[in-house]
């Protein structure tokens, strides 16, 4: 049985360290050989390049740009009359994932507006949504990279994003009927929106493309004190066969390097 394959978030990991690139150096210092990232976007592609190069890593994942975080965006995947702009996006994401031989892109989804009901404003959302990842879909393929869409729970992290659960994501992926479309579980929002982890990994491991980790409810590392046994969650994709990478999606009590004895203990052991 094959082990598990890790990559470091480095929006959220080694965060001691100012820019991208020397995130980059510290996590394949520290053993990883992949790193994800949410926004790039912001950094001297050139730059990045470099460091991913001299480190030899493989970029797993990024997301589309958020829209306007100082006015509440974050995603326009769902949202109405941002159509435009999310194929914008979706365009400059492709251009780093080009450049960094990045080979999926998390389409976020998007907040529900501010003053919109949820239950009034949720077919629209959902009808725009999959009109823009059938448009990701056909030009991503083209380019042989995948889409992924996430539930972001609406309990502690996000209360008004618009997708919340697997099951309406598992929902609107079978409405797009596209195969390299698929859903990102982030076993952080999943946990707190409907638990019942372990039928939930079997029921949607064929459209999984990517996993998250982090401990609940402190999205801490994920030998931290909390809600899961991650012991059992490895040996539970283990037996799955899950291929993919988990992104290391936490926040670590103190120094990044400090709290990876549980990532060190996982690759001592499945050698």
């Known amino acids: 049985m094959a082990p598990l394959r890790f990559c470091a978030n480095l929006s959220w990991l080694f965060s001691e360290l100012p820019d991208f690139s020397q995130r980059m150096y510290a996590a394949a210092s520290a053993g990883f050989q992949a790193v994800e990232a949410a926004w790039l976007y912001d950094c001297d ?79 629209e959302m959902e009808a725009i949504f999959v009109q823009n990842l059938n448009y990701a879909a056909d030009v991503l393929s083209k380019e042989g990279i995948t889409g992924l869409i996430e539930p972001i729970n609406t309990r502690i992290t996000d209360p008004r994003y618009f997708l919340d ?18 859903l990102q579980m982030d076993v952080f929002h999943w946990q707190i929106m409907d638990g019942n982890l372990t039928q939930n990994i079997q029921k949607y491991m064929p459209i999984i493309g990517h996993v998250q980790i982090a401990q609940v409810p402190g999205r801490n590392e994920p030998d931290s004190a909390g809600e899961l046994n991650y012991s059992y969650l490895f040996n539970t994709l283990e037996n799955h066969r899950y291929q993919g990478y988990i992104g290391c999606e936490y926040k670590p009590l103190g120094n990044t390097k400090e709290g990876l004895g549980w990532f060190k203990d996982y690759c001592t052991h499945s050698k």
Do not use: W
């Not at 190069?53 to 589309?64: D, P, Q």
């Not at 975080?69 to 994401?93: H, V, Y």
């Not at 529900?112 to 949720?122: E, F, I, K, L």
């Open 45 to 123: 592609l050139q730059e990045l390049q470099r460091a991913r190069e001299a480190t030899g890593l493989e970029l797993v994942l990024i997301n589309t740009p958020p829209g306007d975080l100082k006015a509440g965006d974050l995603g326009l995947g769902a949202l109405p009359g941002r159509q435009a702009e999310f194929r914008q996006g979706l365009d400059l994401a492709l251009k780093y994932a080009r450049a960094l031989d990045c080979k999926r892109i998390h389409l976020m989804a998007g907040r529900v507006p501010v003053g919109s009901d949820r239950t009034s404003v949720a077919k």
């Open 165 to 182: 659960t697997p099951h309406q994501a598992a929902a609107i992926l079978e409405k797009v009927g596209k195969p390299n479309i698929k």
